[in-house]
């Protein structure tokens, strides 16, 4: 006859088990999500690349706008800045500040560009999207902000403009504002 007591060890290791095989199928599907969101900031990088440099080789691209990007650009690729302006831009949701005097500048030299070069103006807004979008999944700290910001961001482009002008100023050793950025040629 069994003994309950020679069930015990069995039932524990049993549940031991389990539990493991659990914990590893949750890190494994952590991993590929993971490994999935690097594939997607590889094709997010090659895609913002391309649109920079058709915005920053178009002579009708302000060079007071493409100091901007440029910035805003290198921001994402830094883990601190990245991670700074995704929870900025969250935290801006909730209090619906007014936009920055960079922001307002940003906003009407990309309308006026709307007016004259719509599809420059469409590159512009495509290098920032694809831009937020990398910056954001490559670093974990922005990654979860992004799926939070993300409707808010393709609702209202102003919000796009204050996170570009923000971005800007958050990157390290570029210390300008929009109208001084870079002298008129």
Known sequence: MIESADIAPCLLGL?????M????WR????FYNRMRQI????????????????FLAHEDAPSDVKAMLIAFSDAM????????????VIDSFSRSPAMSPEAVALAEAIEKLRVKR??????????????????FLRWTGAAGALELM?????ANRNEEFAAVAEGARLRNGIGFGFADAVPAA
Do not use: N
């Open 77 to 88: 690729s830094d883990e601190m800045a990245a991670t700074t302006l995704a929870h900025r």
């Open 27 to 30: 890190a494994s599907a952590r």
């Open 21 to 24: 095989t659990a914990l590893r």
């Open 118 to 135: 719509p599809g420059l103006a469409e590159t512009f807004h495509r290098a920032v999207g694809t831009g937020m979008a990398g910056g």
């Open 150 to 154: 993300a409707p808010q961001l393709l």
């Open 39 to 54: 594939r997607t900031v590889a094709d997010l990088v090659r895609q913002h690349a391309d649109y920079m440099e058709q």
């Open 15 to 19: 549940v031991i088990i389990v539990a």
